[in-house]
């Protein structure tokens, strides 16, 4: 929509700031246009003008009534790592794929552009942290004695420390990709959120140190906005990053409707070579070793496996005595019945019916696969129940026990569930 927009003008503009204007109206037309699909104006307002009113009811008791008793249990920690919550995301530099071939050469006027969408998403930022930290006021002050200047310079720090962290993280974006950037956004996002947290606690009492610690991510967060405008061979990390954003209410409404696209691998991040997982040579055991690798290399299967493993160890762990040992087998069958699913329909793929197997090789297959997929988990539930009821001993008990039930899940569920 947007780059239409410009191709009936030809990105004939008489300068940068009047494209800069027209960039700003055309996201938030954009934005609104995309929560109008999903919310009636109408019953919006009847939502919003209550929801207002009774937010406004609250926080006038706030700070004129005595507060909630639940105030005085939480540690003043949560309060800074909140506002620390506000200050991760993206920004947004309103570029566009055209601009590679009609503003490219025109350097001042993407630097124009560039600066421009950094205000503006500093800006928003600023915004978000100062109404954070005004809803947090009055449990600051009221509820942790924080003085007036106090409350004056943790603002300035929150603000600072949000700016620098918007800049260096999206520096950190737009060059690094796969588990290096995850690794420097530690540095850039995670450290200094950290830090901030604990100059907040530590000099809550000293609003000097507080403006002293502001002004460091200030001279920060100013070394990252130069690093930023000279930064170059950036464009087309650039734009993904600019898509990413303005497509981030598209996706928080989507979500749970449509699955997240799944980004493309160059290689896989596990099991890189390409030689048979399994040392036997016969064809069921490549065919296992397919699925295996299949399995775990993809997100929703891996992911769903870990959440299930970790409801069952805490299922384990919540139930008394030798129930314990109950709940683990039951669970164990659980996680053999949908391996087996699993198998059953990695087995109908299209391009395993172009191979020549018969139904019994397929089903000696899913016979090597399944225990395999099912012994870490087995091991899991067993290792939780042992160590619980028998502690140290458990060490010893856990190995044999885990494999035991889940070889015998596995033999019980492939014999009647697997066509021969």
Same mark, same amino acid.
């Given at each position: 929509?947007? &780059?239409?927009?410009?191709?009936?003008?030809?990105?004939?503009?008489?300068?940068?700031?009047?494209?800069?204007?027209?960039?700003?109206?055309?996201?938030?037309?954009?934005?609104?246009?995309?929560?109008?699909?999903?919310? =009636?104006?109408? %019953?919006?307002?009847?939502?919003?003008?209550?929801?207002?009113?009774?937010?406004?009811?609250?926080?006038?008791? !706030?700070?004129?009534?005595?507060?909630?008793?639940?105030?005085?249990?939480?540690?003043?920690?949560? $309060?800074?790592?909140?506002?620390? $919550?506000?200050?991760?995301?993206?920004?947004?530099?309103?570029?566009?794929?055209?601009? $590679?071939?009609?503003?490219?050469?025109?350097?001042?006027?993407?630097?124009?552009?560039?600066?421009?969408?950094?205000?503006? #998403?500093?800006?928003?930022?600023?915004?978000?942290?100062?109404?954070?930290?005004?809803?947090?006021?009055?449990?600051?002050?009221?509820?942790?004695?924080?003085?007036?200047?106090?409350?004056?310079? $943790?603002?300035? @720090?929150?603000?600072?420390?949000?700016?620098?962290?918007?800049l260096l993280a999206h520096n950190v974006r737009v060059q690094k990709q796969g588990w290096r950037r995850w690794l420097w956004l530690?540095?850039?996002?995670?450290?200094?959120?950290?830090?901030?947290?604990?100059? +907040?606690?530590?000099?809550?009492?000293?609003?000097?140190?507080?403006?002293?610690?502001?002004?460091?991510?200030?001279?920060?967060?100013?070394?990252?906005?130069?690093?930023? @405008? %000279?930064? /170059?061979?950036?464009?087309?990390?650039?734009? /993904?990053? =600019?898509?990413?954003?303005?497509?981030?209410?598209?996706?928080?409404?989507?979500?749970?409707?449509?699955?997240?696209?799944?980004?493309? /691998?160059?290689?896989?991040?596990?099991?890189?070579? #390409?030689?048979? @997982?399994?040392?036997?040579?016969?064809?069921?055991?490549?065919?296992?070793?397919?699925?295996?690798?299949? !399995?775990?290399? &993809?997100?929703?299967?891996?992911?769903?496996?870990?959440?299930?493993?970790?409801?069952?160890?805490?299922?384990?762990?919540?139930?008394?005595?030798?129930?314990?040992?109950?709940?683990?087998?039951?669970?164990?069958?659980?996680?053999?019945?949908? @391996?087996? #699913?699993?198998?059953? %329909?990695?087995?109908?793929?299209?391009?395993?019916?172009?191979?020549? !197997?018969?139904?019994?090789?397929?089903?000696?297959?899913g016979s090597l696969a399944v225990p395999i997929l099912l012994l870490p988990?087995?091991?899991?539930? +067993?290792?939780?129940?042992?160590?619980?009821?028998?502690?140290?001993?458990?060490?010893?008990?856990?190995?044999?026990?885990?494999?035991?039930?889940?070889?015998?899940?596995?033999?019980?569920?492939?014999?009647? /569930?697997?066509?021969?």
């Open positions: 929509m947007n &780059n239409l927009a410009e191709r009936r003008t030809g990105y004939d503009t008489p300068d940068p700031g009047r494209l800069l204007r027209m960039r700003l109206v055309q996201h938030w037309k954009e934005q609104l246009g995309i929560i109008r699909t999903a919310a =009636d104006w109408t %019953v919006f307002l009847y939502i919003l003008i209550p929801g207002a009113l009774l937010g406004g009811r609250y926080y006038y008791g !706030f700070w004129k009534e005595p507060l909630p008793a639940w105030i005085h249990l939480l540690p003043y920690a949560v $309060l800074p790592a909140l506002l620390a $919550l506000l200050m991760q995301g993206g920004m947004l530099l309103l570029l566009h794929e055209g601009d $590679l071939l009609f503003l490219r050469q025109r350097k001042e006027w993407i630097r124009t552009i560039m600066l421009g969408g950094i205000l503006y #998403s500093l800006s928003v930022t600023v915004l978000k942290i100062a109404a954070g930290f005004l809803i947090l006021l009055p449990f600051l002050v009221r509820g942790y004695g924080l003085s007036e200047s106090g409350a004056g310079a $943790l603002l300035v @720090l929150s603000l600072c420390c949000g700016t620098c962290i918007k530690l540095l850039a996002a995670w450290l200094p959120s950290g830090l901030y947290i604990r100059a +907040a606690i530590a000099w809550s009492a000293h609003p000097a140190l507080l403006l002293l610690a502001a002004a460091v991510y200030a001279a920060v967060a100013a070394a990252g906005l130069r690093a930023r @405008l %000279v930064l /170059r061979g950036t464009f087309l990390g650039d734009v /993904r990053e =600019d898509f990413k954003q303005r497509m981030k209410i598209a996706g928080l409404l989507l979500r749970g409707v449509i699955d997240k696209p799944r980004p493309t /691998r160059h290689k896989p991040w596990i099991f890189r070579k #390409s030689q048979t @997982l399994l040392r036997f040579g016969s064809p069921e055991s490549r065919l296992a070793g397919a699925s295996i690798k299949a !399995f775990i290399r &993809n997100p929703g299967h891996f992911k769903l496996y870990l959440q299930f493993s970790g409801v069952s160890a805490a299922a384990i762990l919540i139930v008394p005595g030798m129930l314990k040992w109950a709940v683990c087998i039951v669970m164990v069958f659980l996680m053999a019945s949908w @391996l087996v #699913s699993y198998w059953k %329909v990695f087995a109908g793929e299209e391009f395993i019916a172009l191979l020549p !197997f018969t139904k019994e090789r397929k089903a000696d297959a988990f087995s091991l899991l539930c +067993a290792a939780v129940a042992s160590i619980l009821l028998y502690g140290w001993w458990g060490l010893a008990v856990f190995i044999p026990a885990g494999a035991a039930i889940g070889i015998m899940a596995a033999r019980v569920f492939t014999a009647f /569930r697997l066509a021969r």
